[in-house]
Nanobody
Framework: QVQLVESGGGLVQAGGSLRLSCAASGSIRRLNTMGWYRQAPGKQRELVAV???????NYADSVKGRFTISRDNVKNTVYLQMNSLKPEDTAVYYC???????????WGQGTQVTVSS
């Protein structure tokens, strides 16, 4: 099993920054992707950014140029640096780890990000 623990959410004004962290523990295989998804009230969960263990990353168009995903493979931790935040970024942000071998996916409990206008 894999456990994911997120931290770093909160309330920030538009234009501000936040940094999310997600630490993974448990039976983690070397080949995996880690990423961030978000879900706003009344909307479906959507991909924000994902990064492979080799460092290849992809972003949703809505966050390109503003958010940066990174990871520390030694600490099994993924980060999301969010700059120039907008009210439409308000959502619960979920950390995700996907095992490349088995396609098993694991989720964190979610952390609330609220951006005020």
């Amino acid at each position: 099993q894999v456990q994911l623990v997120e931290s770093g959410g909160g309330l920030v004004q538009a234009g501000g920054s936040l940094r999310l962290s997600c630490a993974a523990s448990g039976s983690i295989r070397r080949l995996n992707t880690m990423g961030w998804y978000r879900q706003a009230p009344g909307k479906q969960r959507e991909l924000v950014a994902v990064i492979s263990n080799g460092g290849t990353s992809n972003y949703a168009d809505s966050v390109k140029g503003r958010f940066t995903i990174s990871r520390d493979n030694v600490k099994n931790t993924v980060y999301l640096q969010m700059n120039s935040l907008k009210p439409e970024d308000t959502a619960v942000y979920y950390c995700n780890l996907r095992d490349i071998y088995t396609s098993a996916a694991y989720w964190g409990q979610g952390t609330q990000v609220t951006v005020s206008s």
